[in-house]
């Protein structure tokens, strides 16, 4: 699950409508973070984040046979990537919700996403 997203919102901090990057620990919002003025807002959600995991690690078996049942080969190409790389993902979900620190900062992310943008034009 891709925990990071973007969207235009008004920051507390410069006042301005900007791009901010919102960074989920799992389905929980952890922090934002103004790519104007690199403003950071963090949340505390390990308590919240325990039970948001423990909800969805019960509900991953049921989807796992829905989706073998609809796509059997598909599923059975995926299965082995997901069990791979979920535990990595879930690894930095968890390291997110209790430290607030994710593989890359938002503003980093920021940064480079505007580099792209000023270069495609």
């Known amino acids: 699950m891709r925990n990071i997203e973007r969207a235009s919102l008004l920051c507390r901090k410069c ?7 919102l960074t989920y620990a799992g389905n929980l ?3 934002t973070t103004c790519c104007n003025c690199g403003h950071a807002s963090h949340r505390d959600v390990s308590k919240r984040y325990a039970r948001d ?12 046979l829905r989706s073998f ?10 299965v082995v990537r997901g069990l791979t790389t979920k535990p990595v993902d879930i690894w930095h979900e968890i ?6 620190k994710s593989k890359r ?4 992310q920021c940064r480079s996403e ?8």
């Open 29 to 31: 919002l952890a922090h």
């Open 95 to 100: 390291n997110l919700a209790t430290h607030g």
């Open 105 to 108: 900062s938002a503003r980093q």
């Open 15 to 21: 006042g301005e409508e900007a791009t901010h990057e």
């Open 114 to 121: 505007s580099r792209r943008s000023d270069t495609a034009l």
């Open 69 to 78: 049942r609809r796509h059997p080969l598909a599923y059975s190409l995926t």
């Open 53 to 64: 995991l423990e909800r969805r690690v019960r509900a991953k078996p049921r989807r796992m």
